[in-house]
């Protein structure tokens, strides 16, 4: 019912920037959240930053003051603008919608994230 696919991974230096991108599709439920979540090898998944259609947003405190996640005017597309980027950023990153009131709960299928020097 609900398509997202996430764009804008791939490799960069340590404090370098990548900007992704997560565009939603279908019969979208609104009110809803938008969030990104990341999960390295043998970590569980962990939310990165989240962003309610209303405005109101949620950041890890390990990438707050790097990191800035924004949705557009039609609240379809949300990106993660990624900053000052280190090596423990490293992960595979997933879009997420999170219906207010209804379900179920919607995912991407990830994007690659590596920071190497």
């Known amino acids: 019912q609900v398509q997202l696919v996430e764009s804008g991974g791939g490799s960069v230096q340590p404090g370098g920037s990548l900007r992704l991108s997560c565009a939603a599709s279908?019969?979208?439920?609104?009110?809803?959240?938008m969030a990104w979540y990341r999960q390295a090898p043998g970590k569980e998944r962990e939310l990165v930053a989240a962003?309610?259609?209303?405005?109101?947003?949620n950041y890890a405190g390990s990438v707050k003051g790097r990191f800035t996640i924004s949705r557009d005017n039609t609240k379809t597309t949300v990106h993660l603008q990624m900053n000052s980027l280190k090596p423990e950023d490293t992960a595979v990153y997933y879009c997420?919608?999170?219906?207010?009131?209804?379900?179920?709960?919607?995912w991407g299928q990830g994007t690659q994230v590596t920071v190497s020097s």
């Open positions: 997420n919608l999170r219906p207010f009131y209804s379900s179920p709960i919607y």
């Open positions: 279908g019969s979208i439920p609104s009110p809803n959240s």
């Open positions: 962003m309610a259609s209303g405005g109101n947003t």
